[in-house]
């Protein structure tokens, strides 16, 4: 039984996440995708999946992680329904290919069609996922025992499949769930990229390699961009660049998906060159000058700063009603290139 013995620790309808005192860094989970020098003291967000932690090149140096307490999966039933997406992502993507149209690049980014956001999925989806919202409950940590109906499936067949709303019972819990899946596939497509960065270095390498062996005549030269050609489809580098070929999630998906799980008061980071252009276009940053303080220091220059909700940082024309969470007010500290 998945999960079943790991401990009851959360409160699935709490309405915030315990406080946190740390900077988090947003949207990219992993440390490597940051286009900048993050400081050890700015924590990267947790999928949620066993093991992490050992994957993470600077958490023995001190890297802080955000592991969110309100998850509402426990690390192996997280494993397990990330497991069940990719598998109905490459079925889809499968699908799509069969029937001459043009694939979705890898099973993250199908399964990410299903929910880009974390709302509410058509119904067909739904139907697809039925049986991994039945049964995952016995990974959840908010103790509802075997064979009982939880509060998320007495709702959708009250509903109908109709869309929920903050005032009924388990919407909570239901759109943490939607939101963890998503950072789950996030979190998944960052380490496929990061595969196929390492490979594009081992071939740029090996490229160079075979360059000073056969010379600069032009025969060779023409032989050596061939090659990288052939490889190109692996192509792109880490810190912000995208790879060709295979697509990273919009900030604003990973970053929404985050908001249901982020402290109150929270306090972020960023230097996702995106994110910053768009933020700044809209006019929502302004410059901050020198500080004595010792964290503001230690952030790369030049520094812009934020503090509104969450809805008008990700884009919202208004308030959204079905979304409590981003009327939430963030401090937002960005670095942008100079």
């Known amino acids: 039984m998945v999960g079943s013995t790991m401990p009851q620790t959360r409160q699935i309808e709490k309405s915030s996440a315990p406080a946190f005192s740390a900077f988090i860094y947003v ?10 020098r993050v400081p050890l003291s700015v924590a990267f967000f947790h999928p949620g999946l066993p093991g992490v932690e050992e994957s993470i090149p600077d958490h023995a140096q001190g890297r802080l992680l955000y592991h969110p307490a309100i998850y509402p999966f426990d690390p192996l039933a997280a494993r397990a329904v990330l497991r069940e997406m990719l598998s109905i992502g490459e079925r889809m993507d499968a699908g799509l290919r069969s029937g001459g149209a043009s694939g979705l690049e890898t099973p993250e980014l199908a399964a990410l069609q299903l929910f880009p956001d974390g709302s509410e999925m058509d119904r067909e989806i739904q139907m697809a996922f039925a049986s991994l919202d039945g049964a995952a409950h016995q990974g959840r940590k908010d103790g509802t025992e075997d064979g009982a109906e939880d509060s998320e499936g007495q709702d959708a067949a009250a509903h109908d499949g109709q869309p929920m709303t903050p005032s009924d019972v388990g919407f909570l819990e239901r759109a943490r769930v939607a939101a963890q899946k998503t950072l789950l596939l996030a979190w998944d497509l960052e380490e496929r990229l990061e595969e196929i960065y390492r490979l594009q270095e081992e071939v740029a390498a090996s490229g160079q390699s075979l360059s000073r062996l056969l010379g600069e005549g032009q025969s060779q030269e023409q032989m050596l961009d061939a090659m990288l050609t052939a490889f190109a489809h692996y192509g792109g580098s880490a810190n912000g660049q995208e790879a060709q070929g295979v697509s990273r999630p919009d900030w604003k998906i990973t970053l929404g998906a985050m908001a249901p799980f982020l402290p109150k008061g929270a306090r972020l980071f960023s230097c996702h060159e995106i994110m910053g252009a768009e933020l700044f276009e809209r006019g929502l940053l302004h410059a901050l000058p020198d500080s004595d303080d ?8 030049p520094l812009y700063a934020v503090n509104a909700p969450l809805w008008r940082i990700l884009g919202r024309s208004a308030p959204p009603e079905d979304k409590p969470w981003l009327l939430e007010t963030v401090l937002l500290y960005m670095s942008l290139p100079a």
């Open 27 to 36: 949207p990219d989970m992993h440390p490597g995708f940051a286009p900048c």
């Open 294 to 301: 010792p964290v503001l220091r230690a952030f790369p220059k």
